[in-house]
């Protein structure tokens, strides 16, 4: 009942966020506000505002939909251990048709001021190098750490998902010129920090019992911490190109400002289609598990099978799969959509700081019983403190935006605004 009311939530909030996305387009091109936005209101820069609280709006909700992409997939896992290739490319091919589809309603609404035909503007050809970039950095973000996911606990992974920060802000430094000012990264490294509070625990548990330290090798072995240590490298190299995919829509934003955000979306999800059909075959690889090919072909008709509520005999399988597995669709779409639009609105940087928000508020939610009951974890202290120090961060980044929000300078003192204002009475056609 719980995944059902959520899907639900879910299915309307991505409703929301469409009508919403639309109605800016419309009032964009029909009163000119992309005047208000880059000049601001000369009495009190109530344009600005606006503009602050919109992107507040979006984070918080960005934040719900990563909790929910979190906590869907976690349920979603629990009730397929056994198919993780299917719900990789199952899912991918879910969430790329739900983008196309709102990509095909978006132009069908709004398209037709630019005279191009409904196929040449889903096409977006001058942009499909970059969507082919992205999608191959998103396939060897999935490939990897699918393949490294079981080998590395969760504490682990939340430690080194913390990489794709300073991972962006380097390759945006390099590639983007992107300056940060002290203030940024202050916050950034309280952010980093407050994420690593959560695994603390497990650190020391595992100190206690292992000479050799840290919450890594869990097993007394050699050839097994090895093992692990090759896998948890495997899984950091993973995290990695979420990075490079933040960077890579920075400046495809830059360069086409009228990029749909759909329709980037749904080509770069539809690219990694090719690379997860050929990770399937991976298996047969006898390192990673020897299979034969019909073996395989047979483990992913019994996970379509556990899908469609049949639990496949030898299967750890559990019946209720598919309601998950669609809620997981939909949360991803919301999540990386609202990603997308905060690269968009802000820079690369600010959406991974915003990313990174959703590792301890996830598991602040895994405490709730009520919602997750046999799945919930015990609410501890160090998440109570990443949480309280990951806001502080989150704060000390957007200080600065903050005190403009609340205190804005008169148009007068803002040089920024006097250049455009002038420019703007100096040309009677803006």
């Given amino acids: 009942r719980t995944t059902r009311c959520l899907l639900v939530l879910d299915c309307l909030t991505t409703v929301v966020l469409v009508l919403e996305h639309n109605y800016y387009q419309w009032h964009r091109r029909k009163l000119g506000i992309f005047i208000m936005e880059h000049v601001g209101n000369t009495a009190d820069g109530s344009a600005k505002n606006l503009r602050s609280i919109k992107l507040i709006v979006l984070s918080v909700l960005c934040v719900i939909a990563g909790i929910g992409n979190n906590v869907t997939f976690k349920i979603m896992a629990d009730k ?49 190098t970059k969507y082919l970039w992205l999608g191959f950095w998103l396939t060897v973000n999935g490939i990897l750490g699918q393949w490294a996911d079981p080998h590395v606990s969760g504490d682990l992974q939340n ?85 490079i995919c933040a960077v890579i829509q920075e400046k495809l934003f830059h360069e086409h400002p009228e990029t749909d955000t759909n329709l980037l979306l749904f080509w770069s999800n539809f690219y990694t289609l090719f690379g997860y059909g050929f990770g399937i075959f991976l298996k047969a690889v006898p390192a990673l598990g020897g299979l034969s090919i019909s073996d395989i072909i047979s483990t992913q008709r019994d996970a379509f099978s556990c899908f469609a509520g049949h639990v496949p005999e030898h299967s750890t399988c559990e019946k209720g799969a598919a309601v998950p597995v669609l809620l997981f669709a939909v949360c991803y779409m919301s999540f990386f959509f609202l990603l997308a639009r905060l690269v968009k609105e802000v820079n690369a940087v600010f959406e991974v700081i915003v990313f990174s928000v959703v590792t301890p508020a996830s598991g602040l939610t895994y405490s709730f019983k009520w919602l997750l009951k046999s799945e919930s974890e015990p609410l501890t202290p160090y998440v ?26 008169p148009a007068e003192d803002d040089p920024e605004k006097k250049r455009l204002l002038k420019n703007v009475q100096h040309d009677g056609s803006s």
């Avoid at 630019?114 to 942009?127: H, P, Y």
């Avoid at 292992?210 to 240590?229: H, M, P, Q, Y």
């Fill in 384 to 409: 109570i403190a990443s949480c309280l120090v990951v806001s502080v961060g989150v704060l000390v980044y957007v200080a600065k935006d903050l005190q403009e929000l609340i205190w804005p300078k």
């Fill in 159 to 243: 430690v080194l998902y913390q990489l794709t920060l300073p991972a962006t802000g380097i390759l945006a430094r390099i590639f983007l010129k992107a300056r940060f000012s002290l203030l940024q990264v202050a916050g950034s490294a309280l952010v980093v920090f407050g994420c690593l509070l959560i695994p603390l625990p497990t650190f020391f548990h595992h100190k206690s019992h292992n000479s050799t330290g840290g919450f890594l090798l869990e097993e007394s072995d050699s050839g097994s911490n090895a093992a692990k240590g090759i896998w948890a490298i495997v899984f950091a190299i993973s995290v990695i190109p979420n990075g």
């Fill in 80 to 128: 397929m251990p056994d198919y993780p290739s299917f719900l990789l490319y199952f899912t991918t091919l879910l969430y790329a048709t739900g983008y196309f589809s709102l990509a095909l309603f978006n132009e069908i609404v709004n398209g037709k001021k630019d005279g191009k035909g409904i196929f040449t503007a889903l096409f977006d050809a001058k942009k499909q």
